[in-house]
Antibody, heavy 121, light 107 residues
Framework: QVQLQESGPGLLKPSQTLSLTCTVS??????????WSWIRQHPGKGLEWIGY???????DYNPSLKSRVTISIDTSKNQFSLTLSSVTAADTAVYYC?????????????WGQGTLVTVSS | DIQMTQSPSSLSASVGDRVTITCRAS??????LNWYQQKPGKAPNLLIY???SLQSGVPSRFSGSGSGTDFTLTISSLQPEDFATYYC?????????FGGGTRVDIK
């Protein structure tokens, strides 16, 4: 059974850089056919896809966040990470990592439990 | 980007009711549409992929239909554990986008 677990600071100040890591267990992050995504949810709101990465290095990002976002993969640790620079209060959200299956259709089939990141001075 | 519009935004229903949630895309997305269920404080859970394919382990009372721009999620007989928020998601373009959600409450 694939499991994902987010980790990282829960409180940031404006202008700082958000860094989160997702540790994958029960499967290899280097398995073909899977992308690895970050998704966020503002308090009481809907879901927003941030971006994904394939272990081969292919990435794609939400255009509205692209200038501030980097997703990377560490295959040796079976982890992938999110970096979001210059955060503001608008970046306060629950951040989820998710395995993204691709067979012609991008499907978020396994999710982490989510981690709340609050941006406040 | 492709806008996904769900309706209604919320509904109240009783156990045993048949519930229908609709999702409309701002342009044709063929069958590149998934549905998720989210309970409070939990991550979303995949229910339906490719518009009508039931994810393994999901009860058969859930079904999906539609193609092009109009899609439907149906719960044939609402169970207590189905009270949650439901989201559609398009994967036609890689700027992946979700609908705003439909909250299903107990009447």
């Amino acid at each position: 059974q694939v499991q994902l677990q987010e980790s990282g600071p829960g409180l940031l100040k404006p202008s700082q850089t958000l860094s989160l890591t997702c540790t994958v267990s029960g499967g290899s992050i280097s398995s073909g056919g899977y992308y690895w995504s970050w998704i966020r949810q503002h308090p009481g709101k809907g879901l927003e896809w941030i971006g994904y990465m394939h272990y081969s290095g292919s990435t794609d990002y939400n255009p509205s966040l692209k200038s501030r976002v980097t997703i990377s993969i560490d295959t040796s640790k079976n982890q992938f990470s999110l970096t979001l620079s210059s955060v503001t209060a608008a970046d306060t959200a629950v951040y989820y990592c998710a395995r993204t299956s691709y067979g012609g259709n991008f499907i978020f089939d396994y999710w982490g439990q989510g981690t709340l990141v609050t941006v406040s001075s | 980007d492709i806008q996904m519009t769900q309706s209604p935004s919320s509904l109240s229903a009783s156990v045993g009711d048949r519930v229908t949630i609709t999702c409309r895309a701002s342009q044709s997305i063929s069958s590149f549409l998934n549905w998720y269920q989210q309970k409070p404080g939990k991550a979303p859970n995949l229910l339906i992929y490719a518009a009508s394919s039931l994810q393994s382990g999901v009860p058969s009372r859930f079904s999906g239909s539609g193609s092009g721009t109009d899609f439907t999620l149906t719960i044939s007989s609402l169970q207590p554990e189905d009270f949650a928020t439901y989201y559609c998601q398009q994967t036609y373009k890689t700027f992946l986008t979700f609908g705003g959600g439909t909250r299903v409450d107990i009447k």
